[in-house]
């Protein structure tokens, strides 16, 4: 759906008439409909910083060249030479008078930053740390990075964190691709863990990244489940859309386009479990890659909230999703080094007026993938949720113009983001390159103004 704030922002003719109204002047999002390039860093200029100390810096610095470009270890001598990703090994940043490098290095660097740029930042994990101190240190970090997000979001810049564990430097490159590169544009403001508990898998193709492996993705006839299966197909996944029998020619259209195979099927019907067991061990031999997308609303206050209106997102969005789980793990369905991503919201989040129950569930699968987590590390599974914010979707297309004005607005990019930037989030939790990162939930979401 087109923003027309953006292009009047962007045009000479109106861009006046946006600052004389006050109106904010989001700026186009760098995007890509391809999938990943095998050196996504060529052609751009990535300033390197370091902390006395720290620990990540010499493999931050491979990652980039390997990427395809040098890293500068200073600004461009050059006043019109803008810098594009800005990387920060913070890990040695261990008490109060450590900190002022964030100063030193930020401060005469965020003038030169390019439209759409990406900084990302590594900190010590605090529960590795040797003293509260320390701990504190590490902390201080993210309240920095979330607050850096917020001053330069209106340039289409993003900002993000990584804990790293000392183990787990060599887990980066994947984490670092993603969030320095343009499939991140709408992901801001975040902090991930980085660690070595799950095993690493034997591979870590450059292209073609998930090619071999049986995907399922629910709920993908339309918005953010078509264009995930969209994203994981152009990774080389082979990929089956689930949706309800409502949803058969949408469903078949969307197959037909991206070349998936579709399932019609109810995941919250008592015998979903089995069949899906019994359908990917006859088709695929098991199962790669499991996108919990599929969920429902249906909103009221909880004064004027019929039962079952509570049952039927309760079974849908969280029951459904467990039943299912249950029998592909214990079965073994899902293969060793499988990757597991649920769909949570900002909902669960922050919680809704009106979506009591939509929110209890969302925010059960942050509590769902942070307690799996540990269950799965020794087979090599990652498990993340992803929570989306404003994407503009056939859904938001239908609400009232004011209220679709306020819920685009309400993040630091100023605008809505669209299914792709979800589908890039997810599609990312499917490599082989997350394998530092199980249990976590990631935004994408602008940096939203509502929520942690």
């Not at 600004?75 to 920060?88: H, Q």
């Not at 071999?212 to 993908?220: D, I, Q, W």
């Not at 249906?298 to 969280?318: C, E, Q, S």
Request: charged fraction near 20%; glycine fraction near 10%; proline fraction near 5%.
């Amino acid at each position: 759906m087109s923003d027309l704030l953006i292009k009047f922002a962007a045009n000479p003719a109106t861009a006046g008439i946006v600052k004389m109204l006050g109106l904010p002047a989001p700026i186009a999002l760098a995007r890509s409909d391809g999938a990943y390039a095998a050196q996504p860093f060529s052609g751009k200029n990535v300033l390197l910083g370091r902390s006395k100390n720290c620990y990540a810096i010499e493999n931050l610095r491979a990652i980039v060249l390997d990427a395809g470009t040098s890293p500068l270890d200073a600004l461009p001598e050059d006043e019109n030479a803008g810098v594009d990703i800005l990387l920060m090994d913070a890990t040695g940043c261990a008490d109060p008078a450590g900190l002022r490098v964030l100063y030193d290095f930020f401060h005469p660097a965020v003038r030169r930053i390019s439209p759409n740029a990406r900084v990302f930042i590594t900190a010590a994990l605090p529960s590795e740390a040797s003293n509260p101190v320390a701990a504190a240190a590490a902390r201080a970090i993210e309240g920095f990075s979330r607050s850096l997000a917020m001053e330069l979001g209106m340039r289409g810049a993003t900002v993000n964190l990584a804990y790293v564990a000392r183990d787990a430097v060599d887990r980066l490159a994947g984490v670092v691709r993603f969030f320095c590169g343009v499939q991140s544009t709408y992901v801001s403001g975040q902090v991930v863990h980085v660690t070595s508990r799950v095993a690493a898998p034997a591979a870590f193709p450059a292209s073609a990244v998930l090619k071999g492996k049986a995907a399922l993705v629910t709920g993908s006839a339309r918005g953010i489940g078509k264009a995930t299966a969209e994203r994981l197909v152009q990774e080389g996944a082979q990929v089956v859309c689930l949706d309800v029998a409502g949803a058969s020619e949408a469903l078949h259209e969307t197959c037909s386009a991206i070349g998936a195979m579709p399932l019609e099927m109810d995941i919250a019907g008592p015998d979903a479990p089995r069949r899906l067991a019994d359908f990917f061990k006859e088709k695929f031999g098991g199962l790669d890659i499991l996108v919990h997308n599929a969920g429902i609303t249906r909103d009221k206050t909880l004064a004027n909230m019929p039962g079952h209106y509570w049952d039927m997102v309760v079974d849908i969005n969280f029951a459904a999703l467990t039943a299912i789980d249950q029998v592909l793990l214990s079965e073994k369905i899902l293969r060793d080094g499988a990757r597991i991503v649920c769909l949570s919201s900002i909902s669960g989040v922050a919680g809704n007026f009106g979506q009591a129950n939509y929110a209890a569930t969302k925010a059960a699968l942050i509590g769902y993938v942070a307690a799996q987590a540990s269950q799965l590390a020794d087979r090599g599974i990652c498990i993340n949720a992803v929570a989306p914010g404003f994407i503009e979707t056939a859904m938001t297309k239908e609400m009232p113009f004011m209220t679709r004005e306020v819920g685009r607005r309400l993040n630091t990019m100023r605008q809505g983001g669209i299914p792709r930037d979800a589908a890039e989030l997810v599609a990312f939790l499917c490599t082989p390159g997350v394998h530092g990162i199980s249990g976590d939930t990631i935004r994408v979401c602008g940096q939203g103004l509502i929520g942690a």
